[in-house]
């Protein structure tokens, strides 16, 4: 390899602990693309992929777009009084809403 991304998947998987922060370090060559996913919560964040690029020089802080899914809209509209995150150099905030038993089975007829 010449130092050029492959479109080789680059899977990473992280828990987050208490404070919701997970941690990941990425091994060069470093992909132009990085998608976040999370399988056990509602995404309220979007875009999922950001662009490396981005990432690196100013951090990326992920938007919730309204969706018109009353549920949705509940779960992830924050408080007015929310602080909004900061963007930081190498870091990407991405937000999700946990789910329980009810709402995953939920969330599984909305797909």
């Given at each position: 390899?010449?130092?050029?991304?492959?479109?080789?998947?680059?899977?990473?998987?992280?828990y987050t602990g208490p404070d919701g922060i997970a941690v990941f370090s990425v091994k060069q060559p470093v992909p132009?693309?990085?998608?976040?996913?999370?399988?056990?919560?509602?995404?309220?964040?979007?875009?999922?992929?950001?662009?490396?690029?981005?990432?690196?020089?100013?951090?990326?802080?992920?938007?919730?777009?309204?969706?018109?899914?009353?549920?949705?809209?509940?779960?992830?509209?924050?408080?007015?009084?929310?602080?909004?995150?900061?963007?930081?150099?190498?870091?990407?905030?991405?937000?999700?809403?946990?789910?329980?038993?009810?709402?995953?089975?939920?969330?599984?007829?909305?797909?």
């Amino acid at each position: 390899m010449d130092g050029q991304w492959y479109h080789e998947a680059m899977i990473m998987t992280g828990y987050t602990g208490p404070d919701g922060i997970a941690v990941f370090s990425v091994k060069q060559p470093v992909p132009p693309l990085m998608d976040v996913m999370d399988l056990a919560a509602y995404p309220c964040s979007f875009p999922e992929a950001f662009q490396m690029e981005a990432i690196l020089e100013n951090g990326v802080v992920a938007s919730w777009p309204l969706s018109g899914i009353q549920k949705a809209e509940r779960w992830c509209t924050p408080d007015s009084g929310a602080a909004e995150p900061q963007k930081r150099p190498g870091e990407v905030v991405f937000f999700v809403h946990p789910l329980n038993l009810w709402q995953n089975f939920w969330y599984t007829l909305l797909k």
